[in-house]
């Protein structure tokens, strides 16, 4: 399994950007997919998290409202749409296959294999 983040870039407060995640392997369609940052000297935390089918999708508070996770199985793939982006929004960003489900999808634990990231940055 192999995930691939891009859609990174530098935007204005305010401005828009969509992240993708390309993912290969035959167990997409039947995974839930996962959202992370890291911001320079801070943890990894959670993002946004979508179901296998698009049905269930929960957000971190920060971000609640502003961005928007969604997938397309036909294309392997997942997609954060952020709007609205604020200076505190800038880190790298990361895809991720969640494979364990113990009812924390926001635990990094959750998850195996991750994206390379891709980094946004947002001027004030």
């Known amino acids: 399994v192999q995930l691939q983040a891009s859609g990174g870039g530098l935007v204005q407060a305010g401005g828009s950007l969509r992240l993708s995640c390309a993912a290969s392997?035959?167990?997409?369609?039947?995974?839930?997919m996962g959202w992370f940052r890291q911001a320079p000297g801070k943890e990894r935390e959670f993002v946004a998290y979508i179901s296998w089918s698009g049905g269930s999708t929960y957000y971190a508070d920060s971000v609640k409202g502003r961005f928007t996770i969604s997938r397309d199985n036909a294309k392997n793939s997942v997609y954060l749409q952020m709007n609205s982006l604020k200076p505190e929004d800038t880190a790298v960003y990361y895809c991720a296959r969640r494979i364990y489900y113990s009812g924390s999808y926001y635990l990094r634990e959750e998850y195996d294999y991750w994206g390379q990231g891709t980094l946004v940055t947002v001027s004030s």
């Open positions: 392997g035959r167990t997409f369609s039947s995974v839930g």
